[in-house]
């Protein structure tokens, strides 16, 4: 069994900043990649962000230059960081992390989700 709680979020005005943290834990042999996902209402589930083991980090266009993504692997934690924040950029975020629990078994988790709302 891997969960993957989430922390964060929040309501934050236009220009300002919020932290989001996700940590992944249980029958973990290893895990290989992180990232965030966000849904707005009406919409589909987005990719905004993911980082592998490697440290290498994929963005999605919009959101390039304002998020920064990183990852403690010792802690089994992704952390995105999302500056300059505009009123688009509500949505529930997602963690998403692509576990092994054995040397052969692996799938993919997601968390339960964090409500960011971006408003004056």
């Known amino acids: 069994q891997v969960q993957l709680v989430e922390s964060g979020g929040g309501l934050v005005q236009p220009g300002g900043s919020l932290s989001l943290s996700c940590a992944a834990s249980?029958?973990?042999?290893?895990?290989?990649?992180m990232g965030w996902y966000r849904q707005a209402p009406g919409k589909q589930r987005e990719l905004v962000a993911t980082i592998n083991s490697g440290g290498s980090r994929n963005y999605a266009d919009d959101v390039k230059g304002r998020f920064t993504i990183s990852r403690d692997n010792a802690k089994n934690t992704v952390y995105l960081q999302m500056n300059s924040l505009k009123p688009e950029d509500t949505a529930v975020y997602y963690c998403?992390?692509?576990?092994?629990?054995?040397?052969?078994?692996?799938?993919?988790?997601w968390g339960q989700g964090t409500q960011v709302t971006v408003s004056s």
């Open positions: 998403d992390a692509y576990i092994y629990t054995s040397h052969i078994s692996f799938d993919e988790y």
């Open positions: 249980g029958s973990i042999f290893r895990v290989i990649s």
